[in-house]
């Protein structure tokens, strides 16, 4: 089955800094590859994903980028505000019929520090 | 339904004894998912239902791990014998058509701890 590693586990930043999370993955069928925010006791939700066809993709503050060849993708948060503290978790899945489910990595806990 | 709710938010329970712990996903959702998160783990996938079936059943920990979902709606996780190590945090999710690049929806989880 699909291996994702997440890197790193903790990652602590200044305000107003970027942070950036590194996923690879082991399947190179996969083609969806989404990331989940958890904040502290809440539940995790999604911020950004990216399919295979596409190599970047932005949305405010938070963009992803793909790189198919090396099998990794990464999350990259600029302008970082306290707000963004909380465990991020990428996943990937691929387009195969019944294979549904996602591989979600380990998680990073992100704090920004003010 | 408002989200995906989960119930009970916290069980506390001995080993030995059997628990359930139960889902309510967003109406219209026909695909529903457990997984579970362990401290410092990431989401390890546990069972997948469409509509009331479960295709895949393969990421149950053991035979001690079952599930079911009834009218295609709220699914119900059952752990007999509960151990210590099945202390963690169960969470469900739907989501519309079951996808693979569908949004899951997540619900708040059950903190389950085993004493």
């Known amino acids: 089955g699909e291996n994702v590693e997440q890197h790193p586990s903790t990652l602590s930043v200044q305000e107003g800094d970027s942070a950036v999370i590194k996923c690879t993955y082991s399947d190179s069928a996969s083609n969806y590859f989404p990331w989940y925010k958890q904040e502290l006791g809440k539940r995790p939700q999604l911020i950004i994903d990216?399919?295979?066809?596409?190599g970047e993709k932005k949305d405010q503050r938070i963009a992803v980028t793909l790189n198919k060849t090396a099998k990794h993708f990464s999350l990259h948060i600029t302008e970082t505000q306290p707000e963004d503290s909380a465990v991020y978790f990428c996943a990937a899945s691929k387009a195969v019929a019944n294979d549904y489910k996602l591989s979600f990595g380990a998680g990073t806990t992100v704090t920004v520090r003010a | 339904g408002a989200g995906v709710s989960q119930s009970p938010s916290n069980k506390v329970t001995e080993k030995g004894k059997d628990v359930e712990l139960r889902c309510d996903p967003i109406?219209?959702?026909?695909?529903l998912y457990w997984y579970r998160q362990s401290l410092g783990q990431g989401l390890e996938f546990l069972i997948y239902?469409?509509?009331?079936?479960?295709?895949?059943k393969s990421g149950l920990p053991s035979d001690r791990f079952s599930a079911e979902r009834t009218g295609g709606s709220v699914s119900t996780l059952t752990i007999q014998r509960t151990q210590q190590e099945d202390s963690a945090v169960y969470l469900c999710?739907?989501?519309?058509?079951?996808?693979?690049?569908?949004?899951?929806?997540f619900g708040s989880g059950t903190q389950l701890s085993v004493l």
């Open positions: 109406s219209g959702h026909t695909a």
């Open positions: 999710a739907s989501s519309l058509r079951g996808r693979r690049d569908e949004k899951l929806f």
């Open positions: 990216i399919r295979s066809n596409v």
């Open positions: 239902f469409q509509g009331n079936s479960a295709p895949d």
